[in-house]
């Protein structure tokens, strides 16, 4: 049986005649030049699923494109160990790597765990249990939960709270740590799942954690004690870039309801029981907020390069208004999660509506500066309309969560 996957990522495991019974649990560890480190991984973490685990599970070692002596490393320790098998792609990326182990696995539960095993594997089984009883559907390990214990520099400490701040104020996400290298899906929600994913690179995770979100699937934490590696070769600004560019793929996927993620609620059997409850005011603030900052922004803007030509009043009408479009489609999508077109049009009347109050503050300010002070420049101006527009946002936001609150999921 042939040990590669070609670019097209079909799936072929080694290790000989499989025993009989069936498995309950695959742990994917995905590689990509860790000859050295490969062994001491493998043979720990066997000889926990012997000892600790009460399933019979197996590890899958999915080789990525290496270029040093990894894979003939992992066929070696194959052949020693039952329960190991290998996987080899010619293509580099940790989630394509995921992606082909779980869509071929025979196990009722699949998962993976970074080659350095930084998680501590008394963790396992919390993982593990919710997924094998059916009570959730995918299952993370978080390093920023309270009880956590994680050692590792600021600088990644940061970087990882950050993103998670991100996704959270971009994506509406609510799961705490999106990166973290210790995950498991129950077999039928994976398949399900990885053809809507398209990242095979190390916003997989992310990806896939959004879109089950958004299809209403359980998410389990699990606090986990985590030690970094001091050896990793993640380029964090390089990563940085490609996870802002998949967060805007994804946002403008979501945005447009082209996924079909009702489907696949109503597939898994996951639909809520109470139908349009609005998400918690914490993360609908959040995330008006993180539109509010771009939507002044993208106001200030606009009026100082129209002020020339139109004037105050009407270089404050023009930037309301083209902002307060963008900005009410932008609060429909991400602050309240209205997807596809049903009620668009109700929608923006309404938004235009709370457009009309916002206007209102604003042009009462330039009026009352303007009687005040006629030859005020158009400097004071705007400072007085972006004090002006932060009481509008206010008003905008409560006005918005009526209009949006009975429409969101």
Known sequence: MTDTLP???????DGGAEPTGRYVLEIVVPVHNEEHDLPACVQRLHEYLLTEVPYRARIVLADNASTDNTIAVAHRLSAELPDVDVIHLDVKGRGGALAAAWRSSPADVVAYMDVDLSTDLSALMPLVAPLVSGHSDIAIGSRLAVSSRVVRGIKRELVSRGYNLLLRGMLGAQFSDAQCGFK?????????????VVDTGWFFDTELLVLAERAGLRIHEVPVDWIDDPDSRVDVVGTAIDDLKGCWRVGRALASGALP?????????????????PRGMVGQLVRFGFIGIASTIAYALLYLSLHPELKAQAANLTALLLTALANNAANRAFTFGIRGRRGAAR?????????ALGLAITSGSLFALHRFDPTVDKVVELSV????????TVARFLALRQVFGASAR
Request: net charge positive; charged share 15%; no cysteine.
């Open 7 to 13: 670019a097209e990522q079909t799936t072929a495991h």
């Open 184 to 196: 498991a899906l129950r077999a039928d929600v994976a398949r399900r799942l990885l053809p809507l």
């Open 261 to 277: 993620l009702r489907d696949m609620q109503a597939a898994l059997g996951r639909e809520p029981l109470v139908p349009g409850v």
């Open 347 to 355: 929608h923006h009347a309404h938004g235009l509506l709370v457009f």
């Open 385 to 392: 309309l972006v004090v002006a527009n932060l009481v509008a």
